[in-house]
């Protein structure tokens, strides 16, 4: 069973940055994606950011060119640098990892970190 635990959340005021980190533990199959979503209260969960094992990143409109996601995989860690930060990127933010195993696709989610930006 993979666990993930995020940490790093918190409030700050719009300009700021905070860097949330998710550990993983369990077995994680070496070939997979880590990214990191958000949610507001009425709306759909949406990609802020994903990375592959090899490195290849993806970020959702709204991080491009503000956030940085990054992995260390010896520490099976994923990290989401988020920099000047707006009140709209206000909302709970959870990791997730997907792998396909021999039993076919595994997904997994974190419980969900708050991020809160004061304007």
């Known amino acids: 069973q993979v666990q993930l635990v995020e940490s790093g959340g918190g409030l700050v005021q719009a300009g700021g940055s905070l860097r949330l980190s998710c550990a993983a533990s369990?077995?994680?199959?070496?070939?997979?994606?880590r990214s990191w979503y958000r949610q507001t209260p009425g709306k759909q969960r949406e990609l802020v950011a994903a990375i592959t094992s090899g490195g290849s990143t993806n970020y959702g409109d709204s991080a491009k060119g503000r956030f940085t996601i990054s992995r260390d995989n010896a520490k099976n860690t994923v990290y989401l640098q988020m920099n000047s930060l707006k009140p709209e990127d206000t909302a709970v933010y959870y990791c997730h990892v997907y792998y396909q195993s021999g039993l076919g696709p595994k997904v997994y989610w974190g419980q969900g970190t708050q991020v809160t930006v004061s304007s």
């Open positions: 369990g077995t994680i199959f070496s070939t997979n994606i």
